[in-house]
Structures are given as C-alpha cells and as structure tokens.
C-alpha cells in the first residue's frame, strides 16, 4: 500500500494568513493526489484533484502543487469558515489511501 | 445537485454484522461513469477507504477487510449497501459513501457520514 505522510498534523493560525500544508507519498505517484475538507457533522468537500485542480464552487484562494511525492496544499488568506481538519488522498492506485489529517485551529 | 445519504444502525454488538445504506437523490446510480465507494474514519483516526460497487454489481473491497464486506446495488431504489461481519470495537466508526469517478479516483460527492459504535 502506498503511505502517505502528511504535515504538520496541528497548525494554528489566523484569519487572513497564508498556510500550507504537506503530503509526501511513499511511492512516486505522478499527480494523482487530491484533497479534501472535513467539518464535524458536515459531508467532506473535494477541494483540490489531479494535484492542482480546483474543484467547481471551491474558493480561488486554495490551491495545490507537486508531483511524484511531494505535494503541498495552499490557503491563501484564510477565512473563519476555512478552519477544519484536511487530509490528502492519493489515487494511484488500489487500496486509496489517505493522509492522517492537518487539524487547522484559529490562533 | 447529487446528494449521498447513510443510512442504518447506530449501534451493532461484537460479532455481528455491520449494515448501511447509502441513497442517492439528484442522480442515478446507475451511470456508467460512476463507483459508489464505502470510507470510514475510526474516532480520532483517519480515514480509511473500504471499496466501491459499480452498477453493474462488479465490486473492489480493500484487502484488509475484504474477508468481511459484502457491497450490493439496488438500481430501483437508487441505493447502495455495505455489510461487514464479525465486528469489533475495532471497526467503531464515522462511514461515509461517496461517488467518485471510473476515469478518475477522487471522491465527490460525499454524504454526511454515520457513526456506527460496536459495543456490547
């Protein structure tokens, strides 16, 4: 299975900052690489697929980049409603599998 | 706009067997261009993809569980389902159904999530 290492696994920071976070898989694979949002209670959001591609109706100020093993997750100027937990998912190959998750807390 | 919705017990004792169901509004799940995938997220935990159905009844489970999951479709009533045998504490979780794409292996939509504990 390929393991997927994300961080930091806390961050706090502020409204308005710039953020980002993480992902290194343990295999090469290519650009397929996604990110999601989790609210408590609430469905998770796709947020970024295929490494850098931004998902309908997700605000411009997230963003992502990468390729083979390393990739990152930007928030540009972050917003009260942007505070949650993400994680990575890479879709290489099967079984999908999954980051252990950033918890984003407002400083 | 497709929305996802579990459905099942709250609760199931130690060695029984897990049930869920997921309904799909706003779209058919019977599209071709679609898998209808099980993910679960123990308390405290990530997340842990579990396999997908397609329509057509063929099926993809994850090799740590397969031994125990079970996936069906009812094209009829625009529903999937998940069974998992021979619980324990160990498979207490949030599991979400979501869709994601034949071409492509994101998960989007999602549905809220429901959180199964197994306890006696």
């Known amino acids: 299975d390929i393991q997927m290492t994300q961080s930091p696994s806390s961050l706090s920071a502020s409204v308005g900052d710039r953020i980002t976070i993480t992902c290194r898989t343990s295999q090469s694979i290519s650009r397929s690489l996604n990110w999601y949002q989790l609210n408590p209670g609430k469905a998770p959001l796709l947020l970024i697929y295929a490494t850098s591609s931004l998902q309908s109706g997700v605000p411009s100020r997230f963003s992502g980049s990468g390729s083979g093993t390393d990739f990152t997750l930007s928030i540009s100027s972050l917003q009260p409603e942007d505070f949650a937990t993400y994680y990575c998912q890479q879709s290489y190959e099967t079984p999908f599998t999954f980051g252990q998750g950033t918890k984003l807390e407002i400083k | 706009q497709l929305q996802l919705q579990e459905s099942g017990p709250g609760l199931v004792r130690p060695s029984e067997t897990l049930s869920l169901t997921c309904s799909v509004s706003?779209?058919?799940?019977?599209?071709?261009?679609?898998?209808w995938d099980w993910i679960r997220q123990p308390p405290g935990k990530g997340l842990e993809w579990i396999g997908n159905i397609h329509h057509s009844g063929d099926t993809y489970y994850s090799a740590s569980l397969k031994s125990r999951v079970t996936m069906s479709v009812d094209t009829s009533k625009n529903q999937f389902s998940l069974m998992l045998t021979s619980v324990t504490v160990a498979d207490t979780a949030v599991y979400y159904c979501?869709?994601?794409?034949?071409?492509?292996?994101?998960?989007?939509?999602w549905g809220q999530g429901t959180l199964v504990t197994v306890s006696s």
């Open positions: 979501a869709r994601h794409p034949r071409a492509s292996n994101w998960f989007d939509p």
């Open positions: 706003g779209g058919s799940i019977s599209s071709s261009a679609y898998y």
